[in-house]
């Protein structure tokens, strides 16, 4: 949907039914569709407009993640949408050029009503990005792929329970992707392709490679274009992030991007690089079904530009302008007194000691300086999100920022006992009433507690 116009885009949130698997028909939620919702695009100084319509029977707060806008328009849990009735905010677009997207937030309930579909892509250009060649045309080379796992019981419903899920979250065993089971197979010119990669699942990291193990050349992260293009053979994505990258198909032959799960790949006991190395050398033509075909169609016609040198100018703050340190730890404890039969909902999710509580304002930061904030987690590996903003990481999981993670982000990814900082500034305010959100994004790990609420003034 074009955005750009300034006319307010409609919006319905709504049940649905789609036959994901033959002969049997998913009940779902969607938003103007039966699964997932439109591809929002816009552009930097412009207004997105949008007009939200509940016609569920449970309220609803969609959130518009990796937007750079005031509290008061974020969509998080204190925006919830009473069943039946409206919402209208309106989006000033001042970032750059970034892949971003938006989801329910809803108290509690994240989880259930991203995983039955609650979620889409926006997609946000600039001047900047159109005046270096790359790969643009929606749809023809420059495609969305939004990967999510889904488990489905023999009816072909969903089968989800915040209750049940284990302590790393809940785990589908189905990949979609674009809202169908992959492999999912597109037509696209013999040239330069880019994808727009999200990760959307509730709680799977993800580990993509091309099944000839071939380079691709990832262009930009969450906020936007990375400086420079990083090659790379294998990606990592933990929920919530964001990857453009851009595959050469020029030599005519099709290609085919792998979907593997990160926790089977550690479960072999090499870390995650020869645990890949494995997968190649023990099965020659590595069979997993969990992929997105690119089939070349030489009739389309073919972005052959090579890729830019420079993306982006990213200029980080001098030391001297950091006003401010903020430490966060997450931690995930049993809660001990519910013994054995409570299992998993028992565990405590916090961060600094607490759980989120909607009546709590955790931090007051000051509008439009320069923080650093230093995460840690106690135990598990978790992707720490931060709502109203872009952040450079400054260490990574205890070390050096490795060259694809130096661009803006809004995620980082925190190992278990080890911790990453980073540099972020909000150029945006966020009130008491209406407060952003810092939190663990697997989904279940928030709906949990693992939150907390802030002001910008
Ligand atoms: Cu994508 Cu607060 O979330
Ligand atoms: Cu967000
Ligand atoms: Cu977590």
């Known amino acids: 949907v074009d955005g750009t116009n300034g006319d307010p885009v409609d919006l319905q949130i709504r049940t649905g039914k789609r036959a994901f698997l033959p002969g049997l028909e998913t009940s779902t939620l969607g938003i103007s569709q039966d699964y997932l919702g439109p591809t929002l695009r816009t552009r930097r100084n412009s207004e997105l407009n949008l007009s939200y319509t509940n ?29 039946g009735d409206q919402w209208q905010p309106r989006l000033s677009i001042l970032q750059p050029a970034a892949t971003c997207w938006y989801h329910s937030h809803t108290h509690g309930k994240s989880g259930e ?74 037509a696209v010119p013999a040239g330069k392709v880019r994808l727009r990669v999200l990760n959307g699942a509730n709680a799977r990291f993800y580990v993509l490679a091309f099944a000839d ?21 294998t ?29 089977e790949i550690d479960a072999e006991e090499e870390g995650l690089i020869s645990g890949l190395q494995n997968i190649f050398s023990e099965t020659n033509a590595p069979s997993t079904n969990w992929s997105l075909k690119l089939n070349v169609d030489q009739a389309l016609v073919a972005h052959k530009a090579p890729l830019p040198d420079v993306l982006a100018s990213i200029v980080r703050p001098e030391e001297a302008e950091i006003a401010n340190v903020r430490d966060f730890v997450l931690d995930m404890e049993d809660g001990g007194d519910h013994g054995a039969h409570a299992g998993h909902a028992a565990m405590d999710m916090t961060i600094n000691g607490a759980a989120m509580d909607m009546s ?25 999100h ?37 540099v972020v500034r909000f150029d945006h305010s966020a009130t008491e009433q209406h407060p952003y959100m810092y939190h663990c994004h697997i989904l279940e790990h928030e709906d949990r507690g693992m939150m907390g609420q802030f002001t910008v003034t």
């Open 55 to 83: 016609s569920l029977s449970e309220g609803v707060a969609i959130h518009g993640h990796g937007l750079h806008v005031p509290g008061i328009v974020d969509g998080g849990p204190q925006l919830e949408i009473a069943p």
């Open 113 to 186: 009503q991203v995983y039955r579909g609650l979620a889409g892509m926006i997609i946000i250009d600039d001047e900047e990005s159109d005046a270096i060649d790359l790969p643009s045309r929606y749809g023809v080379d420059d495609l969305p792929v939004i990967i999510q796992d889904r488990t489905f019981d023999a009816q072909g419903q969903f089968v989800y329970s915040l209750n049940e899920a284990g302590e790393d979250g809940w785990f589908g065993e189905t990949v979609l992707i674009n809202g169908a089971i992959a492999p999912l197979v597109a």
């Open 213 to 233: 193990n071939r380079t691709f050349f990832k262009i930009g992260s969450d906020g936007g274009l990375l400086a420079e293009p990083v090659p790379m053979t």
């Open 235 to 263: 990606m990592e994505m933990s929920p919530g992030e964001r990857c453009e990258v851009v595959v050469d198909l020029s030599d005519g032959a099709s290609a085919e991007l792998l979907v593997f799960f990160e926790d």
């Open 360 to 384: 709590v304002i955790n931090e007051r930061v000051k509008r439009g300086v320069w923080e650093r904030w230093r995460v840690r987690s106690n135990q598990g590996a978790h992707p720490f």
């Open 386 to 422: 931060v709502h109203g903003c872009s952040f450079l990481i400054e260490q990574m999981e205890g070390s050096v920022t490795p060259p694809d993670q130096q661009g803006w982000k809004d995620t980082v990814v925190l190992d278990d006992d080890d911790w990453s900082e980073f």
